[in-house]
């Protein structure tokens, strides 16, 4: 079983930055797959960023790209979410997801995820 926290959400102006933390505890980290995913009422869980453990391959959402860096921390057991240049259309609750790292994981895929955080709201007003 893997326990996430997220952390940093908050409220901003358009244009500023927030950066998301997520802990990970109760399995080792450098064996997750880890990723962010964001929801507005109403609406499907968004794919946003993800990154395997060797913190080499990462993805991207096109609408964030150029924008947010994904990056892990495996000794501190952490995934950050650095979100910049923010748009109120990124406005959206913010989900830590992790699964074991298999080649074969379609990491976009929010169904593929085992494991998840309950959430931290980000908001950006305009």
């Known amino acids: 079983q893997v326990q996430l926290v997220e952390s940093g959400g908050g409220l901003v102006q358009a244009g500023g930055s927030l950066r998301l933390s997520c802990a990970a505890s109760g399995r080792t980290f450098s064996d997750l797959v880890m990723g962010w995913f964001r929801q507005v009422p109403g609406k499907e869980r968004e794919f946003v960023a993800a990154?395997?453990?060797?913190?080499?391959?990462?993805y991207y959402a096109e609408s964030v790209k150029g924008r947010f860096t994904i990056s892990r921390d495996n000794a501190k057991n952490t995934v950050y979410l650095q979100m910049n240049s923010l748009k109120p259309e990124d406005t959206a609750v913010y989900y830590c997801?992790?699964?074991?790292?298999?080649?074969?994981?379609?990491?976009?895929?929010?169904?593929?995820?085992?494991?998840w955080g309950q959430g931290t709201q980000v908001t950006v007003s305009s």
């Open positions: 997801a992790a699964t074991a790292n298999s080649p074969l994981v379609r990491v976009t895929i929010d169904s593929n995820y085992a494991y």
């Open positions: 990154i395997r453990r060797n913190s080499a391959i990462t």
